[in-house]
């Protein structure tokens, strides 16, 4: 009877009263409950519910994938198409990497994955020495659409193939690149992207803890950081998306994991100058020559906020985020060390990347890039700027969409063949540096080594 009243469920009595209850009982289960697991219940919910862990966000990444895009999710996940996935599963299972079910989202975004670039039909060749770019976005349509019409006044930019990395499904982020049609373009998505699980690991998990709490007071689960703070979604979907995108690009695609040239990676946030691609492409040509330490080249200096020296000289500096550019040998050092950047306490894939992998570089972990900027990192809305507490996406307002106006400077290749190169010494971060936290759930840890693992016949990675 407590259980009754504490839950609400119906008492009876009398024969015919119990009679009735039960009949009722038996249509919800075998009429209603199946209704629970149908595309329309899950589009319902996708509509309807509010993110998990996003009342406290302060990142572009808490904004919730279901209050955007329900047509195309309804679209989705009523389409035929049924081509396999190029990750199989079970056979995944066989060598013990086991991934975290999938819902019929994650399933489709999947089979999304293996459809062929667009606009074949406008550029049907790729450029023998062309420079792939890849370009990944979480769900800031403002940016994305000042980054889209920079893209399309960029030189050369017809001759390559950009690579659209999604970190969860929206529909006016969807929207943008499907209007490309300056280029070949291609869209992937993150399958196992925290922000299409609604109630389930890689998102929220019911009994998970959040933040700093006391977990046996509270009963719930998890494994703290280094400094006491439980799992948040929107933290550790950064390096999810990062890890997840780099494995799939060099070694899942079929347009890519044969590729033996370079790959230029920008941001949502990123305003490519009309001459970042030529520069680019010159800068991988005399890379071996001019700067045989550098495994890298970046179209900005390190400092964001610079526009560069404006000298008559090159620059090998630390690699910088934006328009970074590398080959799959450099890939393959990185790869290598999967399992200190899967397991170092840090949320940030760049100072991971800084604190476990360059290091084990030894001197050739520099980038040369020239003395004028061929890009420009503009916005204000990110991670660790712009919103106000409990306002998630919406609270960011924006002024700066708008890059500083394009001279002709930046329309035409300012590097020079006969040009020394100037090098920066390089700070990283003091031996013993244990990371800023935000990464210490082993379920995080786990899943980034199975992305390691997937495309490759070796044993399945594990946690030292």
């Not at 990123?270 to 080249?297: D, M, S, W």
Request: proline share 5%; net charge negative; charged share 20%.
């Amino acid at each position: 009877m407590m259980l009754q009243k504490k839950y609400g469920l119906a008492t009876c009595s009398g024969r015919q009263l119990c009679l009735l209850v039960g009949l009722q009982v038996v249509v919800f289960v075998f009429l209603v409950g199946p209704l629970l697991w149908s595309d329309q219940f899950y589009i319902w919910f996708y509509k309807t519910h509010k993110s998990p862990g996003n009342d406290e966000s302060r990142s572009h990444h808490s904004a919730d994938p279901r209050n955007h895009g329900a047509p195309e999710v309804e679209e989705l996940l009523n389409s035929t198409n049924t081509t396999s996935g190029f990750i199989d599963l079970e056979k995944l299972k066989e060598r013990g990497i086991v991934l975290p079910a999938q819902n019929k989202l994650s399933k489709k975004l999947m089979e999304q994955n293996l459809l062929p670039p667009r606009n074949q039909d406008l550029y049907p060749k790729l450029k023998d020495d062309h420079v792939k770019v890849v370009l990944y976005v979480h769900n800031r349509p403002e940016y994305l659409r000042v980054v889209i019409a920079g893209l399309s006044e960029v030189e050369g930019i017809e001759e390559t193939l950009l690579i659209v990395s999604h970190d969860g499904f929206f529909e006016e982020m969807d929207s943008i690149v499907q209007g490309i049609h300056f280029c070949q373009v291609k869209q992937i998505y993150a399958p196992w992207s925290p922000h299409i699980f609604p109630n389930s690991f890689p998102g929220v998990t019911p009994g998970d803890c959040e933040e700093k709490v006391d977990a046996v007071k509270l009963g719930c689960s998890g494994n703290p950081d280094q400094y006491g703070n439980y799992r948040a979604v929107r933290i550790v979907s950064l390096k999810h998306h990062w890890w997840w995108m780099m494995n799939t690009v060099w070694d899942g695609l079929a347009e890519t994991k044969d590729f033996d040239g370079h790959i230029m990676f920008i941001e949502e946030d990123h305003y490519l100058l009309p001459n970042a691609y030529r520069t680019i492409q010159y800068l991988t040509k005399i890379k071996g020559e001019k700067c045989p330490y550098c495994v890298a080249a970046n179209i900005a200096p390190l400092d964001v906020k610079s526009r560069g020296e404006q000298f008559n000289h090159m620059v090998a500096e630390k690699v910088g985020n934006v328009g970074y550019t590398f080959n799959r040998s450099v890939w393959q050092r990185i790869h290598d060390q999967a399992t200190p950047f899967c397991t170092f306490d840090e949320y940030n894939w760049d100072i991971t990347m800084w604190a476990t992998i360059y290091p084990t570089f030894g001197g050739a972990m520099f980038t040369l890039r020239g003395p004028r900027t061929s890009a420009i990192h503009f916005g204000k809305c990110g991670l660790h700027a712009g919103y106000q507490k409990g306002s998630g996406l919406a609270g960011c307002k924006d002024n700066e969409l708008h890059p500083q106006a394009v001279n002709d400077l930046d329309k035409v290749l300012n590097i020079h063949p006969d040009w020394h190169v100037i090098k920066y010494e390089i700070r990283g971060y003091n031996l013993g540096f244990k990371g800023w936290g935000g990464w210490g759930d082993k379920r995080d840890h786990q899943l980034c080594l199975q992305f390691s693992s997937m495309y490759h016949n070796k044993p399945p990675l594990e946690e030292a």
